[in-house]
């Protein structure tokens, strides 16, 4: 197997990007059934499915599905200080950015005697899925519960895969206590989406559901909405496109293509730049790099399935960067503010040499937690507005009415709706200037 990237692209017409901008791991139809299946019998029998499951997909047969606190409370003590001080570091940077900006919309006259407002209310409960089977990522419960803690959500449950003989990675369970996390369930992959969703008897049920995942955890997510269910976004697997020039630095290219290619297997990292020889020197580095990597058998797959793509033009290399929508987008360039502007589609940006996704993936303090699969066209990664909704507010005096109503009225007519038109006109009716005025 190739250590590098195989597969090089120069100038490919527009009418070849759909073909090759296409993720690999795209769900097919027999891996969507296994997901419905899971969810319908998690949905049916609740815990005796969750645990038949847990049994068949991560070894775990125990009983006990919930982490006690005095568990939560022990973690601490499991970890190096120097990582509980790094985890503390990065919760601080978090909370920071993603403390709530904005103060609550002041009430807005549209017209005379007609006022409107919004306010922003938590989502009372919320369930944030950690990925912790080839790699704990407690950096994720920071990710997601911070913001959740932020916006004021007053249930947090969280659920993240145990080992098969139920243990939890220390680091998952410090963030979890650290960040305000409610309760803590050892259940994975799409039952334990589904357990969030439907609820069981040990498992409560929530109304939204955030959080990185595999293939099938992802599959899950945009199933469960079938029936009711919010979630953040279809996140994972991971991907990273690095748009270099021939000032970047090979070695952090090829160091920053490796960070996301270690994810997994179905991974994808993408290489842009203006020619032939910037690819051949990233692939060099890539090359001695990876087998550095403990996890190089999954970047080696990885690898496999993405590809480097050389545009001599800066405005077409833009226009296929925006088509693609990638994850995470580093621009090593000599310039990456002046190509930032053009940036219309990625979850988040990492501007010049000193800026490695990794930094965003721990501790810089934005969130990642980000849309995959070209979903950056559309979604925003996690922030505290995630786990927040506006309610619209309005009120109109008995004068306002008397302005607005005919209006409604109007349009309520136009449209067929004659309840509309009478829910209106009957007030206006009952104004002792209602003889005075012309409803339609």
């Known amino acids: 197997m190739s250590a590098g990237i195989r597969h090089f692209h120069e100038n490919p017409p527009q009418a070849s990007w759909a073909s090759l901008l296409r993720r690999p791991s795209a769900m097919e139809e027999e891996n969507a059934e296994v997901v419905r299946e899971i969810l319908e019998a998690v949905r049916n029998d609740g815990d005796k499915a969750v645990r038949h499951y847990s049994a068949r997909f991560d070894g775990y047969s125990g009983v006990e599905l919930e982490i006690s606190a005095a568990d939560l409370a022990a973690a601490e003590n499991q970890l190096e200080p120097e990582l509980a001080e790094a985890i503390r570091t990065a919760s601080r940077h978090i909370t920071h950015f993603h403390q709530p900006r904005q103060d609550e919309e002041e009430p807005l006259e549209v017209q005379a005697g007609v006022r409107c407002w919004r306010r922003s209310v938590p989502i009372e409960k919320v369930g944030i899925y950690v990925p912790g089977g080839t790699a704990p990522l407690f950096s994720s419960v920071l990710m997601l519960a911070i913001p959740a803690r932020l916006a004021g959500c007053p249930e947090i449950i969280l659920c993240t895969p145990p080992q098969s003989n139920g243990s939890i990675h220390p680091a998952i369970l410090f963030a979890a206590q650290l960040t305000g996390v409610t309760r803590v369930f050892r259940l994975g992959g799409a039952q334990a989406i589904a357990a969030m969703a439907f609820g069981t008897e040990t498992i409560p049920a929530v109304y939204k559901i955030c959080g990185p995942g595999n293939r099938f955890v992802t599959e899950a997510k945009q199933q469960v909405t079938r029936f009711g269910i919010a979630i953040d976004m279809p996140a994972g697997p991971s991907e990273v496109l690095v748009w270099s020039d021939h000032g970047a630095n090979p070695e952090f290219v090829a160091a920053d293509l490796l960070s996301q290619a270690e994810h997994g297997e179905d991974s994808q990292v993408v290489l842009v730049c203006p020619d032939r ?78 800026s490695p996704e990794a930094a965003g993936d721990y501790a810089s303090g934005t969130n990642h937690t980000l849309p995959t699969h070209g979903y950056a066209r559309a979604y925003s990664g996690v922030s505290t507005e995630t786990f927040l909704k506006k309610i619209t507010f309005q009120e109109i005096s008995p004068e306002g009415l008397e302005i607005l109503g005919p209006v409604v009225a109007t349009m309520a007519a136009a449209e067929a709706l004659e309840g509309h038109r009478q829910a209106v006109i009957r007030r206006l009716s009952s104004q002792a200037t209602a003889p005075e005025m012309r409803v339609p």
């Open 277 to 354: 020889d910037v690819f051949d020197a990233v692939n060099r580095e890539l090359i001695q790099q990876v087998d550095l990597l403990p996890r190089r058998d999954k970047a080696l797959v990885a690898l496999e399935h993405s590809f480097a793509v050389a545009m001599s033009d800066q405005g077409q290399a833009l226009d296929l960067i925006n088509a693609y929508a990638p994850e995470h987008l580093i621009l090593a360039l000599r310039d990456p503010h002046a190509a930032a502007l053009g940036i219309r589609n990625a979850g988040s940006v990492f501007l010049g040499d000193y």
